[in-house]
């Protein structure tokens, strides 16, 4: 099992990224799944997360209206666009997965999450 992010680089304030995490050695069906980010000195946070149907979303209130979470279990891949960046955003960035019963349900808690991807850095150039 095993959860790879990518994605992340170099970009000014005002720009886009999108950041990718593929799935191997098992199948995203009724796994709920989330973005997660770290900056340095700071506790790691939820900053998108998404139901196992696809249907239910969460969003940290500072991404609201920028970012966007979407899955495709046909290739098992999640994607997390970004779009208007801030300096704020820069942090190393993970996705993790979390094995649910629970179509519709997102999880926002971390400690909740079975499986971490290794971590993608996005810096944002003021």
């Known amino acids: 099992v095993q959860l790879q992010a990518s994605g992340g680089g170099l970009v000014q304030a005002g720009g886009s990224l999108r950041l990718s995490c593929a799935a191997s050695g098992f199948s995203l069906d009724y796994w709920a799944l989330g973005w997660f980010r770290q900056a340095p000195g700071k506790e790691r946070e939820g900053v998108s997360c998404i139901s196992p149907s696809g249907t239910n979303a969460y969003y940290l209130d500072s991404v609201k209206g920028r970012f966007t979470i979407s899955r495709d279990d046909t290739k098992n891949t999640l994607t997390l666009q970004m779009n208007r960046l801030k300096p704020e955003d820069t942090a190393v960035y993970f996705c993790?997965?979390?094995?649910?019963?629970?179509?519709?349900?997102?999880?926002?808690?971390?400690?909740?999450?079975?499986?971490w991807g290794q971590g993608t850095q996005v810096t944002v150039s003021s």
């Open positions: 993790a997965a979390l094995y649910s019963h629970n179509s519709s349900a997102f999880y926002t808690n971390l400690d909740d999450y079975d499986y």
